[in-house]
């Protein structure tokens, strides 16, 4: 196969070999893992970085594959791996993150786009994820900063571009091609002019068009909301609770009361939708038994009041996110168990209960939280079913030095830290973090002081 031809570690390319570069979320969030295997990555916003990024390429194509790279490294966001050295103790503890040379920038800042425009799709076709569906990004980022939430603190600030110059025209676009409009964003019903949305896209002329929303603030939900979005063909509205234990969504800092999630079910069912789906988590730092129970509760009250309206329950796992205050905290093995008892308590009466896969949450937070140690473990599973039995015998294999593999790299990466400590410990506050050298939105110093508030 010609993609062969690409030598798969950044090490082994040569002047004749392309630049290969990656971005979005995964990669802004934590790249160490792919840190190998790329040339350049993009830490932010594709509207800023892709336009210099481009620039910088073509100016620079007369230069040597090295210089090349130096000279990318000085853009804004843009992150050259090869450049940055780790340094490790003799016990496997990760000291430093540091640039080869004093010319390469010490850390890379993620980029932020603050023009009054996001993104839409640009190809609508019955082949998508999505089939035949206009995706608008409504907002971007979340001003509610709960504690394990990336879609939040990764992407700060907020931002919500204007109704009248860049929604309303984003999806105009879409309605000539079809009739399905799908609006995104990690808060969708937060966009300050939101009603107003919905009071435009509720003209005779789009009476047609059916409108699909991402997951909503239960405190902002409403009947008028409620009833353009049935009328518009929209069936279900998700909200996420996190936790029924109003003690754990504290400690997240999820501002949502009981009366809020049971005042979004009304305005559901009265509105005329035909189902609530909600989400939850386990496993979340200083969860309890009690506390699932109280989630197992809060769902069958809800059920109790609400006759008629199809209820789900999402539920997945706790993974720490790097950039987030909960960045320190471990996977609990208890996760498994308690996915266990909210299945059992609900599905019986009623409530369709979608648990996410607690074994593929650990290979989640493996990705998560770690260094360029893990590239060879990923180097392995080429080729191989993306099992999580396979990811644990391929992590097991590099553990014991079985790096024969690797045998063509002109370096050799030291062997990863134990599974246990990457997954499921606890980390010191004071831990040098594999993205200590990539800026966030916030600085550390505020993550800290953000984690030790849950704690108050
Ligand atoms: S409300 Fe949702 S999107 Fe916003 S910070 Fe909380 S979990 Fe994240």
Known sequence: MEQEAIPLWSHNRGESDPIVFGGGPVLTANPEPLAPFLDVILLGDGEHLLPTFIDTIQLTKHLQRIDRLKKLAQVPGLYVPELYIPQYSHSGTLESITPIEASIPNSIAKQTWQGNSLSYSTVITPDAAWPNIHMVETVRSCPELCRFCLASYLTLPFRSPSLEDALIPAVEKGINVTKRIGLLGASVTQHPQFSDFLKWINQDRFSDVRLSISSVRASTVNYEMTKILSQHDCRSLTIAIESGSERIRNFVNKKLTEEEIFLAARYAIDGGLKSLKLYGMVGLPLENDEDVEATADLLLRIKKQTTGL???????????????????????????????????????????????????????????????????????????????GNWKQAYNTIRNNNNSHLKDQKFQIPIPPPWEEVIHENWDLSKVLPWKHLEGPLKPELLIEHHKKSLN
């Open 310 to 388: 199809r209820l789900t329950l999402g539920v997945s796992t706790f993974v720490p996110k790097a950039h987030t205050p909960f960045q320190w905290y471990g996977v609990r093995p208890e996760a498994s168990q308690r996915l266990k008892i909210l299945s059992k308590r609900l599905k019986s009466k009623g409530i369709c209960v979608r648990p996410e896969s607690y074994r593929w949450s650990l290979i989640q937070a493996l990705i998560s939280r770690s260094d360029r140690r893990l590239a060879p473990v990923i180097a392995l599973m080429k080729g191989t079913k993306s099992s999580v």
